[in-house]
């Protein structure tokens, strides 16, 4: 089955700079990979998402890209503020679009 | 306000006691699912919903069971709850099946099996 392995697990960066979250994936039939934001005490949020036919997309601060050839996927955050500072996960959906398939999260410490 | 409700947050039983963790969306989606959060695995699936009374496994789906009678609630049944199921559960839930739809994610329960 899906597997998606997720680097780093902790990521510690000053306010202002960038911070970059990477991916990848087994199989080679997932469609859409989203990237959730987790605070603590709360449910899995949807930050940003990326279609497999589209190589990257931006909101604002936040851009995910995608190389499927490579099979991974990147979360890219500049600028980072304190309340950055949160558990994201990517995430991979297999093609039938019933599961989401999570990297193992990692958490990100954003200090002023 | 567009949401899934999960009840109740937190839970503290003991070992062999059934009980039922429910969850509700009001957003008409079709599609629910329930995962498992622990520390250094993220979130594993347990079983998925596609409509009502249509269920299915998902990765981990062992001890537990699933229902689907009306479209908007996903209840969770561990009928005899053991220690390693203590664990942070979700409810999500989205709109149809196949394609680029949002899953939206419930505030989670937090349960501990003594």
């Known amino acids: 089955g899906e597997n998606v392995e997720q680097h780093p697990s902790t990521l510690s960066v000053q306010e202002g700079d960038s911070a970059v979250i990477k991916c990848t994936y087994s199989?080679?039939?997932?469609?859409?990979f989203p990237w959730y934001k987790q605070e603590l005490g709360k449910g899995p949020q949807l930050i940003i998402d990326?279609?497999?036919?589209?190589g990257e997309k931006k909101d604002q601060r936040i851009a995910v890209t995608l190389n499927k050839t490579a099979k991974h996927f990147s979360l890219h955050i500049t600028e980072t503020q304190p309340e950055d500072s949160a558990v994201y996960f990517c995430?991979?959906?297999?093609?039938?679009?019933?599961?989401?398939?999570f990297g193992k999260g990692t958490t990100l410490s954003v200090s002023s | 306000e567009a949401q899934v409700t999960q009840n109740p947050r937190y839970l503290i039983t003991v070992t062999g006691k059934k009980l039922t963790v429910t969850c509700s969306q009001n957003?008409?989606?079709?599609?629910m699912s329930w995962y498992r959060q622990d520390p250094g695995l993220g979130l594993r699936q347990i079983y998925y919903?596609?409509?009502?009374?249509?269920?299915d496994k998902g990765d981990v789906p062992e001890g537990y069971k699933v229902s689907r009678k009306e479209k908007r609630n996903f209840p969770l049944i561990l009928e005899s709850p053991s220690p390693n199921q203590t664990s942070l559960y979700f409810c999500?839930?989205?709109?149809?099946?196949?394609?680029?739809?949002?899953?939206?994610f419930g505030p989670g329960t937090r349960l501990t099996v003594l």
């Open positions: 199989d080679s039939a997932s469609n859409y």
């Open positions: 999500a839930s989205k709109w149809g099946r196949a394609g680029y739809n949002e899953q939206f």
């Open positions: 990326i279609r497999s036919n589209v």
């Open positions: 957003m008409n989606h079709e599609y």
């Open positions: 919903s596609m409509n009502v009374e249509v269920t």
């Open positions: 995430a991979a959906q297999n093609q039938a679009g019933t599961a989401l398939i």
